[in-house]
């Protein structure tokens, strides 16, 4: 029976180390996600998983996808009628030319995106509207990838503060059924944190490359962002509405999704009797092959979890928790950090989840496996969603070519020490 137990738990890790490099190559070009959900497949045959698993995991995770999907749609209609793109032409000519004002201003940007559009979002609007930036302001090689790795890394970082901000948020929030105003208060200093170390780190690493000037009047006219000026002037009253929501909510312990499905809903109904077409190309530009991908994912890593990797995560885990102070604040999210970084965030907070829910290790568990599968993943370019669909649109806007190692050896030095500074502004 043990040979039996064993033999499963190999073949699995076999199927997901497959699916990934799969989804990392992407032959033929069809989409990672249906990679994903080939490797879900192989586990059904092989009898890893079940379809009684299927209605588990998405108990898990339904919640997550709904949300995800309503507030990346959310934010596709308000980034076309011009919304971001007029910020962010504000702050190209509020710097007057200076770049590194610019590049301080855009990070803040970049942060508030991520945590009310979640780190999804971020990456699909801003890394974009960078691009138009780089590419209006005539600047060097060297300067642009300051930037646009900083945006990428931010999108990330900044995804802690509300339940909503980030897939993983919503994931653990919903297992340990966390109101919206508890996880908030736990996770602002945290996020205010990350925020703040992530910008100084990459200011310092980036400093010479962002001592330029550019040209104020190669800049866009912010008037001139604007597609749709009903929806543009409906956009803040909108989100301040949806956060209001979230939190009054929150306290008769509603989920997430019945509020971000139904703002999509009436949004999407404004649009569409104004604009059809924009509903229907904000529809195909949404993320479905995340969504499917990382449900593929999920059924994948429940699978291995069955199959004996949930015993061992939570014994690890068990042990890094009964660690002297300070190593049992830290080590716990260094290591669901790793498992972000090399098994995809969301499979990894799951999993994660699930292991703790087995310990009696406290909350600072919960939060620890949230904030290492919100910044971990960044030592690796396939830890995150957000940073999957941050290398698809720099590829299909034509940017930079950045390759695993730079991005790696950037993630490593900036996510570490942001990493361990979060972790231990958790317990203040």
Same mark, same amino acid.
């Given at each position: 029976?043990?040979?039996?137990?064993?033999?499963?738990?190999?073949?699995?890790?076999?199927?997901?180390?497959?699916?990934?490099?799969?989804?990392?190559?992407?032959?033929?070009?069809?989409?990672?996600?249906?990679?994903?959900?080939?490797?879900?497949?192989?586990?059904?045959?092989?009898?890893?998983?079940?379809?009684?698993?299927?209605?588990?995991?998405?108990?898990?995770?339904?919640?997550?996808?709904?949300?995800?999907?309503?507030?990346?749609?959310?934010?596709?209609?308000?980034?076309?009628?011009?919304?971001?793109?007029?910020?962010?032409?504000?702050?190209?000519?509020?710097?007057?030319?200076?770049?590194?004002?610019?590049?301080?201003?855009?990070?803040?940007?970049?942060?508030?995106?991520?945590?009310?559009?979640?780190?999804?979002?971020?990456?699909?609007?801003?890394?974009?509207?960078?691009?138009?930036?780089?590419?209006?302001?005539?600047?060097?090689?060297?300067?642009?990838?300051?930037?646009?790795?900083?945006?990428?890394?931010?999108?990330?970082?900044?995804?802690?503060?509300?339940?909503?901000?980030?897939? #993983?948020?919503?994931?653990?929030?919903?297992?340990?059924?966390?109101?919206?105003?508890?996880?908030?208060?736990?996770?602002?200093?945290?996020?205010?944190?990350?925020?703040?170390?992530?910008?100084?780190?990459?200011?310092?690493?980036?400093?010479?490359?962002?001592?330029?000037?550019?040209? #104020?009047?190669?800049?866009?006219?912010?008037?001139?962002?604007?597609?749709?000026?009903?929806?543009?002037?409906?956009?803040?009253?909108?989100?301040?509405?949806?956060?209001?929501?979230?939190?009054?909510?929150?306290?008769?312990?509603?989920?997430?999704?019945?509020?971000? #499905?139904?703002?999509?809903?009436?949004?999407?109904?404004?649009?569409?009797?104004?604009?059809?077409?924009?509903?229907?190309?904000?529809?195909?530009?949404?993320?479905?092959?995340?969504?499917?991908?990382?449900?593929?994912?999920?059924?994948?890593? &429940?699978?291995?979890?069955?199959?004996?990797?949930?015993?061992?995560?939570?014994?690890?885990?068990?042990?890094?928790?009964?660690?002297?102070?300070?190593?049992?604040?830290?080590?716990?999210?260094?290591?669901?950090?790793?498992?972000?970084? &090399?098994?995809?965030?969301?499979?990894?907070?799951?999993?994660?989840?699930?292991?703790?829910?087995?310990?009696?290790?406290?909350?600072?568990?919960?939060?620890?496996?949230?904030?290492?599968?919100?910044?971990?993943?960044?030592?690796?370019?396939?830890?995150?969603?957000?940073?999957?669909?941050?290398?698809?649109?720099?590829?299909?806007?034509?940017?930079?070519?950045?390759?695993?190692?730079?991005?790696?050896?950037?993630?490593?030095? #900036?996510?570490?020490?942001?990493?361990?500074?979060?972790?231990?502004?958790?317990?203040?």
């Amino acid at each position: 029976m043990q040979q039996a137990y064993n033999t499963q738990l190999i073949l699995s890790i076999v199927v997901f180390l497959a699916t990934l490099l799969l989804v990392l190559k992407n032959p033929k070009k069809i989409g990672i996600g249906w990679w994903a959900m080939a490797g879900a497949f192989v586990c059904f045959l092989l009898g890893i998983t079940t379809f009684e698993d299927v209605v588990v995991v998405w108990g898990i995770v339904g919640n997550a996808t709904l949300t995800f999907v309503s507030i990346i749609i959310i934010t596709l209609l308000f980034d076309e009628a011009g919304y971001f793109e007029y910020i962010a032409a504000k702050i190209a000519r509020f710097s007057k030319g200076n770049l590194f004002r610019a590049f301080i201003l855009f990070l803040l940007f970049d942060a508030v995106i991520g945590a009310l559009f979640a780190n999804d979002g971020a990456a699909l609007v801003l890394t974009p509207i960078a691009i138009s930036f780089i590419r209006a302001t005539g600047m060097d090689s060297k300067s642009s990838l300051a930037l646009i790795m900083s945006v990428g890394f931010v999108a990330d970082s900044s995804s802690l503060p509300l339940v909503t901000s980030n897939l #993983v948020n919503i994931v653990s929030a919903t297992y340990f059924s966390m109101t919206y105003l508890d996880y908030f208060i736990h996770m602002i200093i945290p996020d205010l944190v990350s925020v703040g170390s992530s910008i100084l780190i990459l200011t310092l690493i980036y400093r010479k490359s962002i001592k330029r000037s550019y040209s #104020v009047e190669s800049a866009s006219d912010p008037g001139q962002t604007i597609r749709d000026w009903v929806i543009f002037r409906l956009a803040t009253p909108y989100i301040v509405l949806m956060i209001a929501a979230y939190f009054l909510t929150s306290i008769f312990r509603i989920e997430v999704a019945f509020v971000a #499905v139904p703002a999509m809903i009436l949004l999407v109904g404004i649009y569409y009797l104004r604009n059809k077409s924009t509903v229907i190309k904000a529809a195909k530009g949404a993320p479905w092959q995340v969504v499917i991908f990382s449900f593929g994912m999920y059924l994948i890593v &429940f699978g291995m979890s069955s199959a004996g990797l949930l015993q061992i995560i939570a014994s690890v885990v068990s042990h890094l928790a009964s660690l002297q102070y300070p190593l049992n604040l830290i080590m716990p999210g260094y290591f669901f950090s790793l498992m972000a970084a &090399f098994m995809n965030n969301m499979p990894s907070v799951m999993i994660g989840s699930i292991a703790i829910a087995h310990l009696s290790g406290g909350s600072h568990l919960i939060y620890s496996n949230v904030i290492g599968n919100d910044i971990g993943p960044k030592f690796t370019p396939i830890g995150s969603l957000a940073t999957l669909l941050w290398l698809h649109t720099i590829r299909s806007k034509g940017g930079l070519a950045i390759g695993s190692s730079y991005y790696m050896k950037i993630g490593f030095i #900036v996510a570490l020490p942001v990493l361990t500074l979060t972790l231990f502004s958790l317990y203040i």
